[in-house]
């Protein structure tokens, strides 16, 4: 239990769905990120959140929006995805102003027929 | 940010220390050396940081010999549950708050019994 919870942890969607990805951090943190893991592949860093401002967007298509409603919450809205988006989506928090450590949640598994 | 350089693989047996190093030649004064461990389908976890010489805890030590263009993850005795992928980050700094946010390919260690 890392105080970072992902709902939900398996996802299978058509290209014309639209889902959401959801995060939760428990640990009184005030920034927030979305990386992507691929097969085989480095994880990717999408979006970083800092006290609900989005401070970095690592030239993400806009079929992903992120929402950050308050520094707790963090959402990943789906629309459109296309099979090559198939992928592990993690969720982060960190205290931000300091250089430590990262939390991770379990992750969300996508898959995108 | 410093880019980091890893092996792929390791192999190694239960009981044995494990090293494992990182070579980041262009690190910055301020950055700070952050190790973290991912299981399969599961979100990347902290092991350790430092800035130089030697830093320990309850799970490993962090090698960085004094120029700081590289170091070494060192794991005494791994058990079969320390297979895993282990990730070498650079950039954090405590001063600026700016904090080591890209993954390389990370290094994969297999324990065998």
């Known amino acids: 239990e890392t105080g970072v919870t992902q709902t939900p942890r398996h996802l299978v969607m058509g290209m014309t769905n639209k889902k959401s990805l959801k995060c939760e951090q428990h640990?009184?943190?005030?920034?927030m990120y979305w990386y992507k893991q691929s097969a085989k592949k480095p994880l990717e860093l999408m979006f970083v959140y800092n006290f609900k401002e989005q401070t970095e967007n690592n030239s993400v298509p806009s079929r992903f929006s992120p929402e950050c409603p308050n520094s707790s919450h963090l959402f990943l809205h789906l629309h459109t995805l296309q099979p090559e988006d198939s992928a592990l989506y993690l969720c982060?928090?960190?205290?931000?102003?300091?250089?430590?450590?990262?939390?991770f949640g379990e992750g969300s598994r996508l898959t995108v027929l | 940010l410093a880019k980091t350089t890893q092996p792929i693989s390791m192999d190694s047996y239960e009981g044995q220390e494990v090293n494992i190093t990182c070579s980041h030649n262009n690190i910055a004064t301020n950055d700070y050396i952050t190790w973290y461990q991912q299981f399969p389908s599961q979100g990347p976890r902290f092991i350790i940081q430092?800035?130089?010489t030697k830093v320990t805890n309850e799970v490993a030590s962090l090698f960085i010999p004094a120029d700081r263009k590289s170091s070494t993850l060192s794991l005494p005795r791994v058990s079969l549950s320390d297979t895993a992928v282990y990730y070498c980050?650079?950039?954090?700094?405590?001063?600026?708050?700016?904090?080591?946010?890209?993954f390389g390919s990370g290094t994969r260690l297999q324990v065998q019994p």
């Open positions: 982060a928090s960190s205290q931000g102003g300091s250089g430590g450590e990262l939390f």
């Open positions: 980050l650079v950039g954090a700094t405590m001063d600026t708050g700016r904090r080591a946010l890209t």
């Open positions: 640990l009184g943190h005030n920034a």
């Open positions: 430092g800035y130089k």
